[in-house]
């Protein structure tokens, strides 16, 4: 059958044939959807009838429904075959043959003809019954009611849309109608159609066709259905549509409606037209009465109108005689200013005339004396020739005279010619004297400076740390390492770009004192090159010199001496330690717990933490205190460089300075470099450039001093330069180290190199890694990680050990070389030299993380695996019961051997894993036997895992364990929090929590990640250093200082970021109640939810998956709703019941040791008053008369804390009560809080600017009146029923609590007073007010009318418009306590500039720019801008006079502007501030300049329009200077400037801004700030001079000649002073200095630019001061 149906329809769409042969589905695509038939016995089930038993038990039921189900057949039938015979009665059998289960057999089937009918099948039954329905459904008409449901719960109000579509779609009703709209469902007769739509026919033409019901119909559905075929006309009926029949009925409804309509208004109309006739007549009446009022006042209004109109043509007038006139003058003073400087120009020619004959005749005069002085020669030598020739003609002859002669002469000649070049060459060389830095042996001179230095990799000399013999491996040598395959240098020419003016000369001439230079000397200095504060820091910067030319050769070495005999034992830094904290007898912590001596049987009875905490370095902790404290320590004892000192021991002299004292960095920097500058001698200046090396790789510079060395650097000699500046900038980047040069730094500077040394895993595998000086722990982790291919890095640290000493170095910033420099000292005070210490690196797993995998990194799991085996070995790692050792020996064995051993393999390894003390413990055959006998029994043996799998099972058996030996350890002080048995003592980090530690590592407190809602650092006291705050679930906070505190901060953050991303629990912290959307989870506060991952959830969207527990329902969650639990297992209950609590009651309940469930009573808290602060604080109340009494004698003194309607006669508070002044204030401020809270009426209306200022102007001047303030709005707020009153009393408030705090006895009350008032949408907004101006400080002026009109819209978000140069504008959004750096900040991130610094913001009021302080509240500045010019243009009568501003935001300060280093600053800023100045003539320009500005300008303001090139002349003060308007015509103009724009017409509008600035930026008067003013106090300047302020100083400028008159640096400007019309400046100092005056009325613009310059710059040189030491 299938094969046949195949063959029919295969090729048919509706058609699905099977995928395969084998396949026996096919389907049918339904209109509603596909449905798939099985074919298997498909017939067989067609042919299936009910079983005769069956219908006989049916038949003989009793029940009458069942019976009737089966009635039979009239007319029986012949028995045959498959006939019931059995049946006793006929009725029976007539009932059984017309139920159809007797049928006939067809011919051909049986033997013979069977007249006996079949019986029937079940699908007979089917066609049956279906062709009985279309015969009722023929005879009646079909109208359907069909039951959906909306949804699958069964709940009111939700409609499941898919679901109804799919009802409907299944149960065929979408086709239905489908087929309905495709028919003629309406269908009417003739004379019924033409009955009910004859109003549609109009009457003439009904009458036409005589009414005809064919006809008329026809012409009826032709005019308002159309002549489609739409519908259809038949013999005796017409055929519609539904929607045929909808138009026909609103067009018969709109025509019995208009004839309705039309007998109403003729009704209507005969009524209103009476009543109409009498208000016309009335209405006239008015409108006569009307027009003449309005008449006579449109003549008044024209009468003001021409008045107006006559003032406004007249002041035209006067304008247009004034611009003549301006333009008059205008062109006099061109005339004027163009003979001026033709004359100038005529004279500046006779001058070069004069120049030029005086330069023609020296150089003539020269050529004269050299021809002289040749003919002289000449002569002579004829002379010398004519003298021998006399002289030798009587002895040779004649002919051989004369030639020998001649001989004689050329030999004089060519002698004097010589001598000639020679003084030429000895001129030139003076003038050029050479240099003798070009040739430096680099190794000789290291070899010669340090001896021999070792030749092995590092980390390998000696013997082998205690408890780590087993590791060591076999020395490698340098030179089987290829060190030239990492490239650790790179060349200076790109770092060198733009250091050009960073030179040493110029450094040392500004910030040197004295007379001090910058070039080489061989004597002590008087004082340090640099000025230092500290006199401590200026003894150490002179010794470090001495010791500096000591090392450099420039002083000879002092006697021997032996004034301490253990000098030579101990290092030189130690020595420094102990001069440093020799005065206060400071005693060190010689190695702390991590440097604890170990006994030799139980290499790791240390304690737990003795392997993880960091050595401390001498260098920090109290010696830095020492330092700080300004001890005179080079002063009492100078042991250390007065004896005779090695050159290795002179280098950690001057480097662990440097390190201790930050403050001096600079200054050993530029002592070097002075000794290497111009130094002849090349000794010296070789072990110079070798010690400046090693204080590159130890210590940065600070940022005023690095370009200038970075430059220095640049010319240093060809080896050491690129090497010096890779040291440097790796330094930068990886900070200080704490501890002077290893050994090994001495070899890499030798060969100029990378460090080579040995890191040993725990599997026994060695590593060669290349560092520098610079490189940290994270580096070489790193390095390790990709050579082993190690994929899980977190958690490995490296360790170092020497001797019986082994310490972390952890996987951060700490620095390699550092702890081998510790190894090498410590190695020195043993007796033993430094370059044998016996140091050695291995790499360890320190911590796991919360979701560590086994699976993930078999690598990773293999390094742990081993160290577990080896920990075991030698007792780091205890198991406390004997099962757990022999299961991890037998774990061991599985995966050494496999799944089969025997006793001879256990016995051979059984010391590799069981600890010699308890291998002794027992007999070695018992061992065997239990480790034999578990491995047999193991699940993995039977199973046969893998051993990568059995290795996981035993890391993880670790990590379970011994959670506290795998932990990251740090020494903390509580600063505060809930009271300990110590303050002191170690943080333990690990993958469970937290847990805090004593010295003996005594448990002090544990807590689990759950516990934990959050951590945060910040800056402590500062004698406590940087500190971090530890939140914990029972609201407590503990305050732990530590020199690690971020590190603890950032592995805290991170366990608990990543168990929250991975966590599948979260808690509800708020009621969501059931939402029409099923897919929105309901859930009450405090239920569990099951977080699961939606795949259709976008993980930005703020929306999760989850289940309630509670309820078991699922569905989406909004994650501001939830709180996310930080942890991987299900919390337990008492966490649960914890979170649901409030901090308050968590706090009672860790108080109490136990948990209750918060009552629903207590979180309801009344709202608090003001009662409990007024029985100690407010004034004794007023006596009452006896009826005020008795209604309110149950208030007794609260009715000075309650609401009240009446104005206070005296103030609340007791302090304000003293002093009359403040009493009339306070009085004064209720009335107007009064006002603003509508408590009060008054006759004259307020603004409610006036109102605040009324409230807050005498708060903000007496600190007295501020609490006053708080308690009388608190007041008016509390048991006030009046929600207008309460709405703008919390309104008020706000604007209270972003001014200035409480005091601090009324702080908690108002808090508490915030905290009772949740319902009220400011109450929480003014608590974080008065905690933010707590901590920023109070505002200095009343609130500005932006932050009173924001509130009154009830909008505590404030954005304020922000104009730029370039014409564009922004919205920022300013907070109340927003300053203005805090402003310009973001408004430089939000335009992306490189930098903030010297911008700022300006207020912009009539004619006046006022610049902006940036320490001030952008409000406060604001208002004290607005206020200033408000009381210099008072309103009319003395009204208050709205102040239109704009605020901008421009560059104030042009320091550091280096056009194109900052796009966007050039093309907004720069470009559009520097413009203006340019084209008002106030810089010096020259023609051909212009010419190529103004083409720049054009492309600039027109990009690639060429069609305003013709009308140039019309606007070509655009274009170019005034000065130079009149220097060519026009015409010229025009087509020099066409010229100039063709070249730069490729440009893009920002290059070409960017142009236009570099070819400005040379001017030195660039970035100036112009004022002209007249100047009375010098004689030989002009009256009138235009003042520059600039980068370089104060600048006076020739008004018309634009020549720069002279330079006032900075420096030189001792005072100056201003008023509203002069401005005074002083040069020099105050006794002899020159005194500039000058009068003009922009004197407060000089006075404040002139401020920030020199506070900047002030900035910039104490810069290194305000650095943290």
């Known amino acids: 059958m299938l094969i046949k149906i195949n063959s029919l329809h295969g090729k048919s769409k509706v058609y699905i044939p099977p995928k395969s042969v084998h396949d026996t589905k096919f389907g049918i695509n339904h209109f509603a959807g596909v449905v798939f038939y099985e074919s298997k016995d498909f017939l067989e089930k067609n042919r299936d009838t009910l079983s005769a038993n069956v219908m006989q038990v049916v038949h003989s039921s009793k029940n009458k429904f069942l019976r009737e189900i089966f009635q039979v057949e009239t007319t029986p039938p012949s028995l045959g075959r498959g006939t019931i015979r059995h049946l006793g009665a006929d009725q029976a059998y007539k009932s059984l043959s017309q139920c159809g289960f007797l049928l006939s057999r067809t011919p051909g089937h049986g033997q013979g003809l069977d007249t006996t009918k079949r019986l029937s099948t079940l699908g007979g039954q089917f066609k049956q019954s279906l062709e009985k329905l279309m015969k009722i459904l023929e005879q009646c008409q079909p109208f359907f ?131 109409f006739l009498r208000q016309r007549k009335s209405a006239v009446a008015i409108q006569s009465a009307w027009r003449g009022y309005c008449c006579r006042k449109e003549f008044r209004m024209v009468l003001l109108g021409f008045g107006r109109l006559q003032a406004l043509c007249r002041s035209r007038q006067l304008a247009k005689q004034y611009e003549a006139t301006r333009a008059r003058v205008i062109r006099l003073q061109a005339l004027c200013r163009g003979y001026l400087v033709r004359q100038k120009l005529a004279e500046q020619k006779k001058a070069v005339c004069v120049l030029q004959a005086y330069a023609r005749g020296m150089f003539a005069r020269r050529v004269y004396q050299r021809m002289k002085r040749e003919n002289k020669h000449r002569l002579e030598a004829r002379n010398i020739r004519l003298e021998e020739e006399k002289r030798l003609i009587q002895v040779l002859g004649p002919v051989k005279a004369r030639e020998e002669a001649m001989r004689l002469e050329k030999e004089h000649l060519t002698m004097l010619e010589k001598e000639e070049e020679e003084t030429r060459q000895r001129m030139h060389a003076l003038a050029n004297k050479p240099t003798s830095h070009d040739v430096i042996s680099d190794q000789e001179m290291v070899d010669k400076i340090f001896g021999f230095l070792p030749s092995m990799i590092g980390g390998q000399e000696g013997q082998a740390p205690l408890g780590f013999e087993d590791l060591e491996t076999k020395p490698n040598k340098l030179n089987e390492v290829d060190l030239d395959m990492v490239p650790m240098s790179v060349e200076l020419d790109e770092e060198a770009d733009g250091l050009e003016e960073y030179t040493f000369p110029k450094f040392a001439a500004t910030y040197f004192q004295g007379s001090s230079t910058h070039t080489h000397i061989r004597r002590q200095l008087r004082h340090p090159l640099l000025y230092h504060d500290d006199k401590d820091n200026v003894l150490a910067s002179l010794v470090v010199w001495v010791v500096i030319l000591r090392f450099m050769g420039d002083l000879p070495e002092p006697a021997m001496f032996a004034k301490n005999a253990t000098s030579k034992s101990s290092s030189v830094m130690t020595q420094i330690y102990d001069t440093i904290g020799r005065k206060n007898q400071v005693q060190f912590r010689n190695d702390g717990p991590n440097m604890r001596e170990s006994r030799k049987d139980n290499k790791f009875s240390k304690g737990i933490s003795s392997l993880k905490l960091k050595r401390s370095s001498k260098l920090t902790g109290k010696v830095t205190d020492q330092l700080r404290s300004g001890e005179e320590a080079f002063q009492e004892d100078s042991s250390i460089s007065e004896r005779p000192m090695s050159n290795l021991e002179k280098v950690h002299f001057i480097i662990g300075n440097a390190i201790l004292r930050p403050a001096i960095r600079d200054e050993i ?64 980047v990886n900070g200080a180290r704490t501890e002077p040069p290893s050994w090994l730094e001495l070899q890499a500077t030798k060969q100029k190199k990378p460090i080579m040394f040995n890191v040993t895993l725990m599997n026994g595998q060695s590593i060669t890694v290349p560092a520098d000086s610079a490189s940290i722990a994270k580096e070489i982790c790193q390095f390790i990680a990709d050579k082993t291919k190690l994929k899980d890095v977190f958690g490995f640290s490296l360790y170092i050990a020497v001797f019986d000493k082994v310490w972390s170095l952890g996987g951060g910033r700490d620095h390699v070389l550092d702890a081998i420099s510790q190894c090498e000292q410590l190695a020195k005070e043993r007796g033993t030299h430094q370059r044998h210490a016996p140091w050695r690196l291995y790499f360890r797993k320190e911590i796991f993380t919360p979701w560590h995998n086994s699976q993930v990194d078999p690598v990773s799991t293999d390094l742990i695996y081993h160290q577990v ?66 491995h047999a029994k193991a699940p993995y043996t039977q199973d046969r895992l893998s051993r990568q799998a059995v290795k996981e099972q035993l890391v993880d058996f670790a990590r379970f364990q011994w959670p506290l030996l795998f932990s990251r350890f740090f020494e903390v002080t509580k600063f505060s929090g809930p009271s300990l048995p110590k303050n002191y003592f170690i943080v333990a980090i690990n993958w469970k929590g937290i847990c805090f530690l004593d010295e003996s590592e005594k448990r002090l407190l544990e807590l689990t990640f759950p516990e934990i809602t959050g951590i945060h650092t910040n800056r402590a006291v500062k004698s406590f250093g940087q500190s971090c705050t530890l939140i914990t679930l029972r609201a407590e906070e503990f305050v732990l200082t530590s020199v690690n505190s971020i590190v603890i901060a950032e592995l805290v953050v991170m366990f608990l ?117 007024s029985y100690e604080h407010f004034r004794t109340p007023e ?218 913001l300006f207020v912009k009021i009539a004619d006046k720019v006022i610049s902006q302080n940036e320490a001030d509240y952008f409000f406060d500045s604001l208002r004290q801008v607005t206020d200033w010019n408000r009381r210099n243009k008072p309103g009319k009568d003395g009204a208050a006079l709205s102040v239109a501003y704009q605020v901008y935001f421009m560059r104030k300060l042009w320091l550091n502007v280096t056009p194109g280093k900052d796009l966007k600053a050039d093309s907004i800023f720069h470009y559009h501030q520097e413009l203006p100045k340019y084209l008002r003539g106030y810089h010096k ?185």
């Open 669 to 732: 920097y530029c002592q070097i470099c002075k000794q290497l500058t111009e130094n002849s001698n090349r000794s010296s200046y070789a072990r110079g450039w070798i010690l400046l090396s090693l204080c590159l790789g130890c210590f940065p510079p600070s940022d005023t001093f690095v370009k200038y060395l970075l430059n220095f650097i640049h010319h240093g000699p060809t080896g050491y330069a690129p090497y010096c500046a890779e040291r440097l900038r790796r330094t930068y």
């Open 869 to 934: 085996i080896r920990g075991i070995r030698f007792g780091e790692y205890r198991c406390e019961k004997e099962e757990d050792l022999v299961e991890i020996g037998a774990k061991y064995c599985y995966i050494q051997f496999g799944d089969s051993i025997h006793n001879e393999l256990v016995q051979k390894v059984l010391h590799e894993y069981i600890p010699v003390k308890q291998l002794r413990s027992k007999p070695m055959e018992k061992w065997v036997s239990l480790i034999t006998y578990a």
């Open 1485 to 1669: 320009c020259s023609k051909d300049e212009a010419v190529q500005l103004a083409g720049l300008i054009y492309k600039v303001r027109f990009n690639n329009d060429r069609t305003q090139l013709a009308t140039i002349p019309k606007f070509l003060k655009e274009l170019v200077p005034d000065n130079l308007l009149r220097a060519i015509s026009p015409d010229e103009w025009k087509k020099n400037i066409i010229a100039a724009y063709s070249k730069h017409e490729g440009k893009t509008v920002d290059e070409a801004k960017i142009a236009f600035l570099k070819l400005i930026h040379r001017w030195p008067t660039f970035g100036s700030a112009f004022f002209e003013v007249k100047q009375t106090s010098e004689p030989n300047f002009p009256e009138i001079v235009l003042i520059a302020i600039n980068r370089q100083g104060v600048s006076l400028i020739h008004q018309k000649t634009k020549d720069i008159l002279t330079v006032y640096p900075f420096n030189k400007i001792s005072n100056w002073s201003s008023g509203s019309t002069y401005f005074h400046m002083t040069i020099g100092n105050l006794v002899r200095g020159n005194r500039i005056l000058c009068e003009t009325s922009l004197g407060y613009k000089m006075d404040d630019l002139l401020t920030s310059y020199v506070h900047l710059l002030m900035n910039a040189v104490n810069k290194q001061k305000n650095l943290p030491a």
């Open 145 to 275: 009611i069909r039951c959906i449901k909306p949804n699958d719960y069964k709940k009111p109000l939700l409609f499941d849309r898919e679901l109804c579509i799919k009802q409907l779609r299944y149960s065929g009703m979408m086709e239905t109608i489908r087929i309905r709209k495709a028919g003629y469902p309406i269908r009417y007769s003739f004379e019924e159609f033409f009955q009910r739509y004859r109003v549609l026919l109009p009457a003439p033409l009904r009458e036409q066709l005589k009414n005809d019901a064919r006809q008329s119909s026809i012409h009826i559905s032709e005019a308002m259905l159309g002549k489609d075929d739409s519908w259809q006309a038949g013999r005796t009926k017409i055929f519609l549509k539904d929607h045929h029949d909808t138009i026909l009925e609103l067009q018969r409804q709109n025509i019995l409606t208009d004839k309705v309509l039309l007998i109403q208004r003729v009704m209507r109309g005969l009524k209103d037209r009476k009543q």
């Open 1057 to 1173: 970021e990543g168990l929250k991303k991975r966590s599948q629990f979260a808690m509800a912290m708020y009621e969501k109640k059931s939402q029409e959307d099923s897919a929105i989870l309901s859930f009450k506060k405090g239920d569990l939810l099951i977080l699961t991952k939606d795949k259709r959830l976008d993980e930005n969207s703020g929306w999760i998956s989850a289940q309630n527990e509670r309820t078991g329902k699922t569905g989406n969650v909004f994650l501001e709703e939830i709180y996310i639990i930080p942890s991987l297992t299900k919390p337990s209950s008492q966490v649960l019941s914890l979170l649901m609590m409030s901090p308050d009651q968590r706090r009672t309940a860790s108080q109490k040791s136990y948990v209750d469930e918060p009552d629903e009573e207590d979180l309801r808290m009344k709202p608090y008053t003001l009662e409990e602060f």
């Open 1183 to 1400: 006596k009452e008369s006896i009826s005020k009494a008795v209604l309110q004698k149950s208030r007794g003194r609260s009715q000075l804390w309650a609401h009240s309607k009446e104005p206070l006669k005296q103030p609340l508070l007791k302090a304000a009560c003293t002093d009359p002044d403040l009493r009339d204030l306070a009085c004064q401020a209720f009335i107007a809080i009064m006002k603003f809270m509508g408590d009060y009426p008054s006759k004259q209306a307020h603004s409610s600017v006036e109102v605040t200022d009324q409230i807050f102007v005498a708060a903000m001047q007496e600190e007295v009146l501020r609490d006053e303030i708080y308690c009388q709005i608190m007041k008016q707020l509390t048991e006030n029923r009046n929600r207008y009153s309460v709405t703008k009393g919390w309104q008020l408030l706000w604007l209270c609590t972003g001014l200035f705090p409480p005091s601090k006895s009324l702080l908690k009350h108002a808090q508490k007073f915030m905290e009772t008032h949740q319902k009220e949408t400011l109450a929480l907004e003014c608590s974080r007010r008065i905690q933010t101006v707590m901590r920023s400080g109070s505002r200095k002026w009343a609130p500005h009318p932006v932050e009173v009109e924001a509130i009154l819209q009830n909008n505590t978000k404030i954005s304020h418009k922000i104009c730029f140069p370039n014409e564009t504008e922004q919205t920022f959004n300013v907070g109340t306590n927003t300053k203005v750096r805090a402003l310009c900040q973001n408004i430089a991130s939000k335009l992306q500039l490189s930098s903030w610094e010297g911008f700022s």
